[in-house]
């Protein structure tokens, strides 16, 4: 069984663009930080800008380090709805997951998130993600 | 075919980590022996043997960042990519290094 504080799961949400969920997460990680909301989402941006976060068909991976984190967070968002155009790029995402990674994180947190991230090679697991039609199963796809 | 490779990204949390199963798991697919080394934030994991090195056809640098010990590999024939490459199109990457070593 994983460490459920770690991780945060959103099933069946709606998010109308990139700029809507990356503001919506920018709230949610001001109140646990002392990042404010649009340093979140800058940094959500520039990480885009330095590479590409699509690591597979409609799924992404945004994550970053930051010292003004309290705490980690794995954040998965199951869409209800895909987000048509995500930027110039990338579209059609149904699946959003965000590693916020607290600076100087003990090894054990850091070697969970590692496994969480070495499932998602595996593309079986990302169409169960993908295609889970319950909350109770997706979170169970998560986090056992 | 032997195949080794470092995977190594920005953060050290994420691509790596995938890019490293993703290449192990083409390579072992297609038939190959391959190992793949990460370094990322829990510092470096699989850490590849002279022997191993030695062995080995090619080398694939799966990187983002500056990795360390590329002088490990001086004189071996290398594939250097960013790690969204091994991510999305590990088949193919695996397809090209064996081209490579055929082409040799």
């Known amino acids: 069984m994983k460490n459920k504080s770690l991780f945060n799961i959103l099933f069946h949400r709606k998010f109308d663009s990139r700029s809507d969920m990356y503001h919506f997460i920018g709230e949610r990680v001001s109140h646990h930080s002392t990042?404010?909301?649009?340093?979140?989402?800058d940094t959500l941006l520039q990480r885009e800008q330095a590479g590409n976060i699509q690591i597979a068909e409609h799924v992404l991976l945004p994550h970053f380090e930051s010292s003004k984190l309290k705490e980690s967070q794995i954040v998965v968002v199951h869409l209800h709805e895909a987000i048509s155009k995500w930027n110039q790029h990338v579209s059609d995402i149904k699946l959003v997951i965000f590693i916020l990674l607290k600076r100087d994180e003990t090894l054990?947190?850091?070697?969970?998130?590692?496994?969480?991230?070495r499932n998602l090679a595996d593309q079986d697991y990302i169409e169960k993600l993908l295609h889970?039609?319950?909350?109770?199963?997706?979170?169970?796809?998560?986090?056992? | 075919m032997k195949i080794v490779g470092v995977a190594a990204c920005t953060?050290?949390?994420a691509h790596t980590y995938i890019?490293?199963?993703?290449?192990?798991?083409?390579?072992?697919?297609?038939?190959h022996e391959i190992a793949i080394e990460t370094q990322g934030t829990i510092g470096t994991e699989n850490e590849l043997t002279k022997e191993q090195i030695t062995?080995?056809?090619?080398?694939?640098?799966?990187?983002d960042v500056?990795?360390?010990?590329?002088?490990?590999?001086?004189?071996?024939r290398i594939i250097q990519?960013?790690?969204?490459?091994?991510?999305?199109?590990?088949?193919?990457l695996i397809e090209k290094a064996a081209e490579v070593v055929r082409n040799k």
């Open chain 1, 132 to 144: 889970a039609d319950s909350e109770e199963s997706f979170t169970q796809m998560i986090i056992q």
């Open chain 2, 66 to 76: 500056k990795i360390a010990g590329r002088e490990r590999f001086e004189g071996k």
């Open chain 2, 55 to 63: 062995a080995a056809d090619i080398v694939i640098l799966a990187a």
């Open chain 2, 81 to 92: 990519v960013p790690t969204e490459v091994a991510v999305k199109s590990p088949n193919k």
């Open chain 2, 11 to 13: 953060v050290g949390i």
């Open chain 1, 108 to 117: 054990d947190t850091k070697k969970e998130i590692t496994n969480f991230m």
């Open chain 1, 35 to 41: 990042l404010l909301t649009s340093e979140v989402v």
């Open chain 2, 19 to 31: 890019a490293q199963e993703k290449l192990e798991n083409a390579g072992k697919a297609a038939g």
